[in-house]
């Protein structure tokens, strides 16, 4: 039973630029969050897609956005990218509609804003 | 402000010996908590969770947790703590105004060192 990928792994970009991060979720899993981790901190929630359509928002600017596929796959696309930025992105996947209390992550995509 | 506190940055304990990393939140409503731990240059490992029944919830690894609603703390802990155990623990709460969703917040962490 696959786990949560994601891809790529790291990333370094130049600021001003966007970038693209993608996430497949666990068999099965139809909802997928995405969060940020800075150094030294805890997961800070950014967003969460189930049925193809954001359904909450976390306190980030519009320059984070993402979209969900038929598949339950997903993208988080961030613009105009500062150097704070520079973080861990996680993405967990669940099952809403089983409770879907449970959150399972992905091993990250460490972005490096230069 | 819906919340989770982990008061201690790192927690250092004996191989051996039982350990303890402490957890307290602050949320409207019945508190959904979990525990997740971290390895180097990974993502988070789910290990338990407290959704309602029994105070002392057990998961992966031997680890257990004890959730305290007077005290409005889940405490994880273990008898006795490998070296292997040595990560980066995070507990986090289900932000009870996200409806049916699940959007999760989590504490700062706290780093645990194990020592032979």
């Known amino acids: 039973d696959a786990g949560v990928t994601q891809s790529p792994t790291h990333l370094i970009k130049t600021r001003g630029q966007q970038v693209t991060l993608r996430c497949s979720p666990k068999?099965?899993?139809?909802?997928v969050s995405w969060y940020q981790q800075a150094l030294g901190q805890g997961p800070q929630f950014i967003f969460q897609?189930?049925?193809?359509?954001?359904?909450q928002r976390g306190n980030f600017p519009d320059r984070f956005s993402g979209h969900q596929f038929p598949n339950y796959s997903s993208e988080l696309n961030v613009n105009a990218l500062l150097l704070g930025d520079s973080a861990l992105y996680l993405c967990?996947?669940?099952?809403?509609?089983?409770?879907?209390?449970?959150?399972?992550f992905g091993p990250g995509t460490r972005l490096l804003v230069l | 402000a819906q919340s989770v506190a982990q008061p201690e940055d790192q927690v250092n304990v004996a191989e051996g010996n039982p350990l303890t990393v402490k957890c307290t939140y602050s949320?409207?409503?019945?508190?959904?908590l979990f525990w997740y731990v971290q390895y180097p240059n990974r993502g988070l490992q789910f290990l338990l969770k407290?959704?309602?029944?029994?105070?002392l919830v057990k998961g992966s690894y031997g680890f257990e947790a004890e959730f305290n609603k007077s005290q409005t703390s889940f405490h994880l802990k273990k008898p006795s703590a490998l070296v292997s155990d040595s990560a980066l623990y995070f507990c986090?709460?289900?932000?009870?105004?996200?409806?049916?969703?699940?959007?999760?917040?989590f504490g700062a962490g706290t780093r645990l060192a194990v020592h032979p």
């Open positions: 407290y959704i309602t029944g029994d105070n």
């Open positions: 068999s099965g899993h139809d909802t």
């Open positions: 986090a709460v289900r932000d009870t105004f996200s409806g049916g969703y699940n959007k999760l917040i």
């Open positions: 897609y189930y049925e193809e359509e954001e359904r």
């Open positions: 949320v409207s409503g019945n508190p959904y």
């Open positions: 967990a996947s669940s099952l809403l509609l089983a409770g879907g209390e449970t959150q399972y």
